[in-house]
């Protein structure tokens, strides 16, 4: 006689509020978590970049150096350099422990929209408004980037770098992906301004976020779509859009102050976060456990899938015996 089997439980999504941090004193225009999810990193209009404890919403450190607002950061594999981009045209690479600016690099005809290292962080990779995205060696002292990427007809509103592989979003209404080990170039037309790109965890999909208030999954591959997700709103500004850590749900801010979430394999809608009021300006999901950062305006907030839990007294004996 067969069991039945237990029917499979359905992922947990982040719905409960954590905290809230009072980020920056104008608004949060990006927030990213670092490579192991225990820090986050929040990018103002104040002209700072702020590193922040994911636990316990504590500022551990302010990076000040850019002329104007910050617009995306991005942490080593390490943790111990962050980058940074900016309206001012230019981007920063940080020394983590001492807050020092290690490098300013300047090359960009116009404001700096997204940055990220390559997983050795050898090189940093910035778009810009100018249609260009920059590779710049953070080893050497040569202040020229070394590959220029120019295909782009407009504005790069986002990049995401995966082992040899660069993805970016245009307002020319493009996807691209770059590998950059064969020198091969791969575009997907979406004929709507981009907002963001990513990579699916598997590496096998593509995901991207336009201004016609659609996000659209691609085989990565042979550029199908597999996927279109509907029902929030993105028409004048650039939002963030991400996968969860584990690929089964697809998420996205918008402009009516909720962040939308819906199945990726069915494409319904799972889940309505009400973050506020104002535009859910961007977001960030932890690289492996199930919990969500939002920017508004200026504060962060941090979502998880159970309410937490408050911080048993430490008992000294257990302690001593472990030790």
């Known amino acids: 006689m067969a069991f039945p089997q237990p029917k499979p439980q359905p992922p947990q999504l982040p719905q409960h509020l954590l905290r809230t941090i009072n980020c920056q004193q104008g608004a949060v225009r990006a927030v990213r978590f670092n490579v192991d999810g225990n820090y986050l990193l929040s990018c103002g209009s104040d002209k700072s970049l702020k590193l922040w404890s994911v636990g316990r919403g504590t500022l551990l450190k302010t990076y000040s150096g850019h002329g104007y607002e910050v617009l995306d950061a991005d ?3 390490d943790n111990s350099q962050l ?12 020394d983590v422990a001492t807050g ?16 990220q290292f390559n ?4 090189v940093i990779l910035s778009g810009s408004i100018d249609g260009t995205v920059r590779c710049w060696d953070t080893k050497s002292r040569r202040n020229e980037p070394i590959q220029v990427l120019d ?7 986002s990049l995401k770098v995966s082992q040899h ?7 020319d209404g493009r996807v691209r992906r770059y590998d950059l080990r064969m020198g091969q170039l791969h575009v997907d037309l979406i004929s709507s301004p981009i907002t963001c790109v990513c990579f699916s965890q598997d590496g096998q999909c593509t995901l991207s976020s336009s201004l016609d208030s659609k996000v659209r999954l691609l085989d990565k591959s042979t550029g199908e779509m597999l996927g279109e997700y ?11 859009c991400c996968l969860s850590s ?3 749900h697809v998420l996205s801010c918008s402009e009516d102050g909720h962040v939308y979430c819906w199945d990726l394999v069915e494409g319904s809608l799972s889940l309505k976060l009400p973050v506020g009021k104002a535009v859910v300006q961007s977001l960030s999901f932890h690289p492996t456990e199930t919990c969500l950062l939002t920017a508004m305006e200026g504060r962060v907030q941090v979502w998880g899938a159970q309410p937490e839990e408050p911080e048993e007294p430490q008992d000294d004996t257990l302690v001593s015996q472990s030790g």
């Open 151 to 157: 295909e782009a007809r407009d504005s790069i509103s």
């Open 165 to 171: 592989e660069l993805l970016t979003g245009s307002v």
């Open 119 to 122: 997983e050795e962080a050898t």
């Open 83 to 94: 980058c940074s981009c900016s309206s001012d045209k230019t981007v920063i690479l940080w």
């Open 100 to 115: 020092q600016v290690t490098r300013k690099l300047r090359g960009h005809a116009g404001k700096v929209n997204c940055v």
């Open 75 to 77: 942490s080593s594999y």
């Open 246 to 248: 584990k690929d089964t």
């Open 230 to 240: 509907t029902g929030h709103k993105m028409k004048g500004y650039k939002l963030d």
